[in-house]
Each structure stands twice: as C-alpha cells, then as structure tokens.
C-alpha cells in the first residue's frame, strides 16, 4: 500500500554528497534516474545539488580505480575525489582532511542553502550523517563535552553566525539519507558527531551484498540515530545506490514525504512496513 502522505507544497533543495573516488558530476551521472523520479514525486518542484569533494586523490589513493578500463597513465591525477582520506589498516580508522571536507560542504550550505535535506552515497553518506549532526541545536555543546576525553573540537567553519539559530552557518536539516553510509566508530576523536544521539529524521538503505562497507559499520551509523527515527531499508545489491528500482526509490519518497509533512505542521504518521512498500 502506497504512502497518502500529501507532498510538500513548497520547492524542495537536497545536497547529494558523492562518494570515495567519485566527483559531483560523476554522481549526478549516476543518479539521474533518481533525479527524475523524485521530479514527478514532488511536484512543486525539487532541485538537487552535487558538489565535488575538495581533497583531489591521486593513483595511489585508489589503485583499485586505476586497475579498471578508465585507468589513466600512473603519472596522471584521475578524476577522482574525497571528503577525507582513511588512514589506518582496520578500526579505528583516522580521517585525513575531514576538517578541510566539511569546511567544504558548510562553505556550499552557505552559499547555496538553505537545504531541506542531504542525501550522501558510501563516504558522502557517512558525511551527511555528519552534517545533520553538526546542524543540530546543543551540538556544539556535546563536542565540548567530549574534547576533555580526546574529541575534536566543533568545526569553526560550522559557526559562521549568518543570522540562523546558535550562529550556525546553515539551520537545521529537515532530513538526511545515507546509502551504504557508516559512522566513525572506535575512537574518542569523532565521538562528538553521535553522542547526544543525532535527531534529524535520518534513513539508511544497506545493499546485502555490499563487500565494500561492512555491514557492521553501517549499523553503527543507525545507532548513532534516534530510535524514533532510525530507519534502514536493505536492498539485494551491492555497493551502489539504487536509483531506479521501483520500491527502493518509493522508499525514500515516502520518507521525505513524511518528514516534510510534519515540518509543515501536519500530523505525524506512522508508516507500516507495508505503508513503506520495501524489506526492513
């Protein structure tokens, strides 16, 4: 049974954050038949935006890129970005440059918000969690609590007073959505993005053949969340956005839907997994 959630009434803007080795481009590229779907879903109009990550990658950041047909000379930089570099052999991993990443990312919520909602595939859907996060009132608050034990501090590009509540550079996000997303697990140094919970309305869609993100370290970003708004959606693929397939796309249409429709003061609905149309 289809969701009867009414669609929002006014134009919506999503940040699409890309993933590990991709580019805002690419990930348009591969998202257009989302683009599309989300067009006819939301009528008053939807516009998504797709940055490209500030950390260029070179071939030793992604050998396994370079053993494909699109493989450049090895002397040559491929077209490839990140948010942050993993350093590390296994948890916990330590993320190079993520201060420079997210002053990127609060840099376009500055200068192309506001934004309803942020949508990130692998790395980005790690980072839109972190983004929710980092919008939400009190957030400064909890790093602070966490630095004493070895946290980072609060981004100072996140505190540009531009008139929103608590000087924050972008206000709260109305929702987030990760795909193949994970959290920053094992470490004290980015325990501030997830302690207090994050409580912007966040769904998670996990592919069951996914050999890239554990599935475990996907979890810990469904975990990070509010109980209440938690939820993860499993598609039978791997390390991919399923941007086409009917009930993985109406998913995520139902569940923009419903956020949107409680910001604008409608009455909250709770959807069923039958409501949702997808395997839980």
């Known amino acids: 049974m289809a969701t009867t959630t ?5 134009p919506l803007k999503i940040l699409m954050l890309h993933g590990f080795t991709q580019s805002g481009p690419l990930f ?3 998202t257009r038949a989302l683009e599309k779907n989300l067009q006819k ?5 939807v516009t998504l935006h797709y940055p490209t990550a500030p950390i260029r990658l070179l071939p030793a950041d992604v050998p396994f890129a370079m053993a494909g047909a699109e493989a450049k000379a090895a002397d040559e930089e491929p077209d490839a970005w990140a948010w942050w570099r993993r ?3 296994g948890e916990p991993y330590a993320y190079e440059g993520l201060e420079q990443g997210l002053g990127h990312i609060a840099a376009v919520l ?3 918000g506001p934004f309803d909602g942020v949508v990130g595939f692998s790395q980005g859907g ?3 969690g972190m983004v929710a996060s980092l919008l939400e009132a009190g957030r400064r608050e909890g790093f602070e609590a966490v630095y004493a034990k070895g946290g980072m501090r609060y981004p100072e590009t996140f505190e540009e007073d531009t008139g929103y509540v608590e000087g924050m550079v972008h206000p709260p996000l109305k929702f987030a959505v990760s795909y193949s997303g994970f ?3 094992g470490t004290e140094l980015y325990r501030g993005f997830y302690e207090p919970k994050i409580r912007t309305p966040m769904l998670h869609f996990l592919g069951t053949l996914d050999t890239v993100v554990e599935e475990a370290r996907s979890l810990a970003l469904v975990e990070a969340c509010g109980n209440s708004e938690g939820r993860v959606v499993y598609h039978p693929g791997g390390h991919f956005l399923p941007s086409s397939q009917k009930a993985y796309v109406g998913a995520l249409i139902g569940f923009i839907k419903e956020v949107l429709h409680t910001a604008e003061g409608g009455e909250k609905k709770e959807e069923s997994v039958e409501d949702m149309d997808v395997p839980f």
């Open 110 to 112: 500055k200068s192309e």
């Open 183 to 185: 959290a920053a697990r």
């Open 6 to 10: 009414p669609p929002p009434t006014q």
């Open 28 to 30: 348009h590229a591969k």
């Open 87 to 89: 350093k590390g052999e």
């Open 126 to 128: 790690a980072c839109a």
């Open 41 to 45: 879903a939301f009528p008053a109009g």
